[in-house]
Structure formats: C-alpha cells, structure tokens
C-alpha cells in the first residue's frame, strides 16, 4: 500500500520560509515523480511543483518561481520543498504527490498518489 506523508507546515510571517518535507513508501521511490499540490481555503487545488525521478527536471508554477525550490534525496526516500519569500497568498493546505511523471501528475493525476496535506499559513 502506497503511503505519502508531509510534515514542516505552520505559521509564518510573510517574507519567512518553510521547508517541507514528504516521505513515500509502498512504491519504488526512484521509479516516481515527486511533487507538490496546494488549495487555498475556497478554491481549486493547483500543482505547485514537481520534480522527475532522477532530480534533473524541474517544473514549477509562475506564481512560486523564484521563490520555492523543490529537491529530492532518492537514498532517503524523501522529497522537500524550500519556501522563500513567503505571501499571504501562499497560504493553503500543501499536499505531496507521486506520479510516474511529472507530466502525468500534472495533466492528468488519475493515478496520482496524494499525502493527506500540512498546513501553511502566512501572515501578513
């Protein structure tokens, strides 16, 4: 059985940083794209980022650019997420994801795996 599990949320003052953090197990974690969702309190999830198994491709969404940093360490089974110049509008429930590609979790994520999500909130 596949499990994904997040940690680091919390509060923070806009202009600080957060890392999260995301462990998977049940599956091949090398053999999987890593990435991250977000919803906002009363809309839509959005894909945040996602990296590809090997760590050597990135994606991120034009509005955390510059400012998020997704990595991964396959021998930790482990993926994270480094949140700079945190806004206001960054706060959401951030959920870790696995999909055997990035483009697979971000056009389509039928076979996503989701964690149950950590929440961040930035104040202003």
């Known amino acids: 059985q596949v499990q994904v599990v997040e940690s680091g949320g919390g509060l923070v003052q806009a202009g600080g940083s957060l890392r999260l953090s995301c462990t998977a197990s049940?599956?091949?974690?090398?053999?999987?794209?890593m990435g991250w969702f977000r919803q906002p309190p009363g809309k839509e999830r959005e894909v945040v980022s996602c990296?590809?198994?090997?760590?050597?491709?990135?994606v991120y969404a034009a509005s955390v650019k510059g400012r998020f940093t997704i990595s991964r360490d396959n021998a930790k089974t482990t993926q994270y997420l480094q949140m700079n110049s945190l806004k206001p509008e960054d706060t959401a429930m951030y959920y870790c994801?696995?999909?055997?590609?990035?483009?697979?979790?971000?056009?389509?994520?039928?076979?996503?795996?989701y964690g149950q999500g950590t929440q961040v909130t930035v104040s202003s």
């Open positions: 994801a696995a999909d055997l590609t990035c483009s697979d979790m971000i056009t389509d994520h039928r076979d996503t795996y």
């Open positions: 049940g599956l091949r974690f090398g053999d999987y794209a």
């Open positions: 990296i590809s198994y090997s760590g050597g491709s990135t």
